[in-house]
């Protein structure tokens, strides 16, 4: 089974107009060879969605967003729903981020119904997942991260989903997990999101590592066994970085 890699930037609350350059800059340095070998998206903040998109669709990259809210319209001041961000160009949304997790209290159910409503919008999830620094401390994170796949997937959810792992201790800190520790939580992630959809979905699902990935470190990463991609959060404000990160499958 031959899954396309995905390489998805998170520019989180990052980028303003200005910084439109830098996504034609990647999509420049986006080349045939390495499309060939991966798919790239950028999710800049929601509100560059708009400018973005033209950019990204030149330079043959991807668009996403960062969240959505669950219903599809209607009185939810501050709110965006994933038919907007479809809307505007839009074709992935990242939920359940651990940000998002912690600053809004995100549950499991939040993202769940985040997760439907993207596929109802007819955008792609990335459904974030991960374990805190104590709990793997206790021995604690695949546990946990079984339980946030179960509770976090919509069973019913089509393969195209994709599922990220990204240890919350690993995230902006330039710590990373040992390349065995990610094979086994990848391992592990893809039994966990088989025993949720069945039908051997997990075998054609992305699952992505994310966490203090960039240039430096992304070669070793991105070629431990199921790893699908990665999802770059400081590395992936800068065109040569970004670029840097994806070049792992060149
Ligand atoms: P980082 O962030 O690459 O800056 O660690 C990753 C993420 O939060 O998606």
């Known amino acids: 089974m031959t899954r396309r890699p995905l390489v998805a930037g998170n520019w989180k609350m990052n980028g303003l107009c200005a910084a439109l350059p830098e996504i034609e800059a990647m999509g420049a340095a986006y080349d045939d060879a390495l499309r060939d070998r991966a798919e790239l998206i950028v999710c800049p903040p929601a509100t560059l969605l708009a400018l973005a998109c033209e950019v990204t669709t030149r ?31 839009a074709s992935y949304v990242i939920v359940g981020h651990s940000e998002r997790r912690a600053d809004h209290r995100e549950t499991d159910a939040d993202v769940h119904a985040k997760a439907a409503a993207a596929l109802r919008a007819g955008l792609t999830p990335i459904i974030c997942v991960g374990e805190t620094r104590a709990e793997r401390d206790a021995g604690d994170a695949l546990r946990v991260v079984g339980a946030q796949i179960e509770s976090s997937l919509p069973s019913s959810a089509p393969a195209h989903i994709v599922v990220a792992y990204e240890p919350v201790w690993a995230i902006g800190t330039g ?10 939580m990848h391992a592990f992630a893809r039994e966990r999101i088989e025993a949720r959809l069945g039908g051997g979905k997990s075998l054609r699902i992305r699952i992505l590592y994310g966490g203090s990935v960039k240039p430096s470190n ?33």
């Open 59 to 89: 330079g043959g990259l991807g668009l996403g967003a960062q969240d959505c809210a669950v219903a599809p319209r209607g009185a939810h001041t501050g709110d965006i729903s994933a038919e907007m961000l479809k809307d505007v160009g």
């Open 175 to 184: 710590l990373t997990p040992t390349v065995g520790d990610v094979a086994e």
């Open 218 to 250: 992304a070669r070793e990463l991105m070629h431990v066994a199921n790893v699908d991609g990665a999802l770059v959060g400081g590395a992936s404000l800068t065109a040569t970085d970004f670029i840097g990160v994806a070049s792992a499958y060149r």
